[in-house]
Structures are given as structure tokens and as C-alpha cells.
């Protein structure tokens, strides 16, 4: 005789699948998220998806919030695919984060016993730019008057990839080699 075994669910079982974004960040960068959520159980209501930075893997609602989606319910072994935008806060320091995926954030959705599969986590660096000017050429005199052509090379040598936004260089004219306030 054999024996099976089978476990039946009278509740949802919103699970999210699929969660990709970029390894790095800069504060103030919008970056976009590929996330999908499942529902293995029996159909759910309609519930939101929240989007969470968070400094450790466990996502939850005390991380902070980024962003969210609604999904306007889910048949059993439907999901709900989605690529939204989210803006990383200007005022995140840079560091190790890790940005996560919530289904049914405002907990909408009674699930039971399988309420604690909610969550998914990506690891994401958040930095800063670091420009620098390694490059300068200027003509050894210059008049009175005259205009002169400048050369310059910027590199961003921040220690990982991040963007850098649109930035001024600015030329000053100095009587000597050190810049300060009185050029």
C-alpha cells in the first residue's frame, strides 16, 4: 500500500516570484525594479505592493518605504508582473542596503498560515560620484582680453559604478598655484 500525502490551502499565498534591480545606486537616482508576485493559494482581494530600502535582508513595514503598486486581486496561480520606478532617497547614506519587495504591504489579505512569505530582498550598493579633474591644459601666458582654450578630462573614480549626474566645471583665473576664497 502506498501512502500520500497532500496539504490543501483555504486561504491566498502571495508570494513574490521574481525581484531584479540594479547593484548600485546614488542617492536621489530613480532606479527600476522587475518584480512579480504569485498567488498559490485561492484567489486574493485586492492588495499593494510595497517597495522598502532596508539596511538588512528581512523586509518589513519599519523599513522605509519607496514606493507602491496595487494589484487589483489575484486568481489562484495568477501573477502579477510589474517595472516600477523608485526613487532612492537623497538623503540615504552611502553604504550597504538592501532594496525589497513586499506583497499585500497594508496586509489586506488574510493568509493564514502562510502569511510570512511576503517578502523578497536584493542586495544594492548606494553610492556617491566622486569627480575629479585629471587632466588640465592651459596655455602657458594669456593676455589681457584674450581668450584662451582650455583642455580638461573629469573621471569618476567612486569605487563602484554609479552614475554620476550632470555636473559644471568651473575655471578660475589665480595668481598662484593654491585655490581658495580670494580667486
Known amino acids: ?44 482581494a485586492p492588495f499593494n505592493v510595497g517597495f522598502f530600502l532596508s539596511s538588512d535582508s528581512t523586509i518589513n513595514r519599519d523599513d522605509t518605504l519607496l514606493a507602491m503598486r496595487r494589484v487589483n486581486g489575484l486568481a489562484t496561480n495568477a501573477t502579477s ?26 496586509n489586506e489579505v488574510n493568509e493564514g498560515l502562510t502569511e510570512v512569505n511576503n517578502a523578497k530582498a536584493l542586495a544594492i550598493t548606494i553610492a556617491k560620484p566622486d569627480l575629479v579633474v585629471t587632466a588640465l591644459t592651459v596655455p602657458a601666458t594669456a593676455g589681457t582680453g ?36 580670494a580667486d
Open 81 to 106: 508582473p510589474a517595472l516600477p520606478h523608485v526613487l532612492i532617497p537623497v538623503d540615504a547614506v552611502p553604504g550597504p542596503y538592501f532594496l525589497g519587495v513586499l506583497a499585500d504591504a497594508d
Open 1 to 44: 500500500a502506498r501512502t500520500c500525502t497532500a496539504t490543501f490551502t483555504i486561504d491566498p499565498d502571495l508570494q513574490m516570484s521574481t525581484l531584479s534591480g540594479p547593484a548600485v545606486a546614488a542617492p536621489g537616482e530613480t532606479v527600476q525594479i522587475n518584480n512579480t508576485v504569485r498567488n498559490l493559494g485561492r484567489p486574493a
Open 146 to 181: 584674450r581668450t584662451i582654450t582650455v583642455t580638461s578630462t573629469v573621471k569618476n573614480q567612486a569605487g563602484v559604478a554609479v552614475k554620476a549626474g550632470p555636473s559644471t566645471l568651473a575655471f578660475y583665473l589665480s595668481s598662484d598655484a593654491v585655490f581658495d576664497p
